[in-house]
């Protein structure tokens, strides 16, 4: 059964720097690796999509990379800007559904 | 932007009562899934399916049943709420051989 653990659990950094978030997994048969952004009370937004063949994904300041040979994920934030305020959540594609992580609470402060 | 709806985005109602929660698509998405997320906890995946009079039970057990008639439309029926449901509900979607999921804006349901 897949488990999928996130570090550190809450991270609060001035505006302006540059952050990893990391997740782990247990399965290395995951057929993706996605990373979401979770806002209070609101639904989940896609950031990026890894798959399985894949190594890692860039969408503007975001960058995620993937190494299934130790079951790692990382999303690497640049220039962070208070607006990237939120919960950020792992999840690894199996052949159903998705298994999450709790998230890293992220405060960047202004 | 996703287009993957929900209604209500807020219930609040009273023990034993039967609810129905809303999900619907319009990207012509064939499958769909139901996630349960409690307060500061990781989202559990509840009910999928794979397309029309398709549904599958998820890891997490759940007293919650699902229906599947039409390809856009996803419904969740709880037949007697009770306080253990009060939790955030969370449908989404996805294109076969594309595992992007994309996800609906939650149902946030209170049972009191």
């Known amino acids: 059964k897949q488990e999928v653990t996130q570090i550190p659990a809450a991270l609060s950094v001035p505006e302006g720097e540059n952050l990893v978030l990391n997740c782990s997994f247990t399965d290395s048969a995951i057929y993706n690796l996605q990373w979401f952004r979770q806002d209070p009370g609101k639904g989940l937004t896609s950031l990026l999509l890894i798959q399985s063949s894949q190594r890692e994904q860039t969408s503007g300041r975001l960058n995620a990379s993937l190494d299934k040979s130790s079951g790692r994920s990382t999303l690497y934030i640049a220039a962070s800007q208070p607006g990237d305020s939120a919960t950020y959540l792992c999840?690894?594609?199996?052949?159903?559904?998705?298994?999450f992580g709790k998230g890293t609470h992220l405060i960047i402060q202004p | 932007e996703a287009d993957i709806y929900q209604t209500p985005r807020y219930l609040v109602i009273g023990t034993g009562k039967k609810i129905t929660l809303e999900c619907s698509q319009t990207m012509g998405h064939d499958k769909m899934y139901w996630y349960q997320q409690d307060p500061g906890m990781e989202l559990h995946l509840i009910h999928y399916?794979?397309?029309?009079?398709?549904?599958e039970k998820g890891d997490l057990s759940s007293e919650s049943t699902v229906s599947r008639i039409r390809t856009e439309h996803f419904p969740l029926t709880l037949e007697s709420a009770r306080p253990s449901h009060t939790s955030q509900y969370l449908c989404a979607s996805s294109l076969t051989g594309s595992s992007e999921q994309y996800f609906g804006p939650g149902t946030r349901l209170t049972v009191t």
């Open positions: 399916s794979y397309g029309v009079n398709s549904t």
């Open positions: 999840a690894g594609g199996g052949a159903d559904g998705l298994t």
